[in-house]
């Protein structure tokens, strides 16, 4: 293979510029991205992500009112020194995690939100001539190695472009973007086609796009077109789907559980899923919802009698 097609990657791109609409009220003016998932943002969940992965330079697709998510990742001098009076060297230590090494943190705007094939588009001249990768900040991936690092660890054999996948049921395919692999299920599927928000008879496959890509920057000249598709947004997908026969273009199954935080059944679900799974509060959550349901099926047979 061209060994252009091989070179490292350093920059990963975070479109943060949606409306989180399905969030309203409560995304009015709070960032959806900012939403926390336990005792951190959507954001700095999906910053960890790819920092573990290697990624160097960090760029923020963000619009209007999304300044809080810069301000999160800047060094916060009057709240580290009174964490440091109080002897409070825990809360520090989280609170340094989220700093950005200097130089490393780069924005742009998306003047509106016209998809995220738009988002990532803006993207370009930050990301220039090389390969590059998107993180959706609203889907956490629980994994013992993120997500992004397995990518990583797979595009460094076979290059090209890589795209995590899992399979949803096939009755939810309209929700997704819907790859065809011709049936392959190997760890590195050659991809045939992709569809966006196919309706379950036409879907190809039931393996869906999470929300984790690594591309090559060929894709910026099919963004440019600009064209909208599915919703009448310029959708990624559209774009993705144009590399596919001219250059190497791969599908993953990744280890872990995808949780779809953009949606609020997702975001419950995640922060119960990541609350159960904290060493330090996850007893007493799971304490805590024993006495809930308890408390529900009592009403629930106390009305049944009466
Ligand atoms: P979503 O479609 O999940 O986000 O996009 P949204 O549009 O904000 O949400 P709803 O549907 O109105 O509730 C996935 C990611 O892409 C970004 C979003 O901010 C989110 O992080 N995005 C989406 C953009 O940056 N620009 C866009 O035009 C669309």
Redo the contacts with the bound molecule.
Sequence with gaps: MNTNLKRPIRKAVF?????????LPATKVMP??MLPINDRPLIQHVFEEAREAGIEEFLF?T?RHKNMLEEHFDFQPELEDTLKSRGKTDMLEKVKSSEMPAGALFLTR?PR????G??VWCAQKLVGDEPFAVL???VLIHAKTGCLKQMVDLYAEYGGNLIAVEDVPRAETSKYGIVDTGGDHSAAMPVKGLVEKPNPEDAPSTLSVIGRYILQPEIFAHLAAFETGAGG?IQLTDAMARLINTQPFHAMRFDGKSYDC?SRLGFIEANLAYALADSEIGGDVQRILGEINENLTGKASIKAVS
Aim: proline share 12%; glycine share 20%; aromatic share 4%.
């Design positions: 479109p943060v510029a949606g409306l989180g609409t399905r969030f959806k991205e697709i619009g998306q939100p016209l998809g995220l738009h988002a959706l900040p609203d947004e953009g």
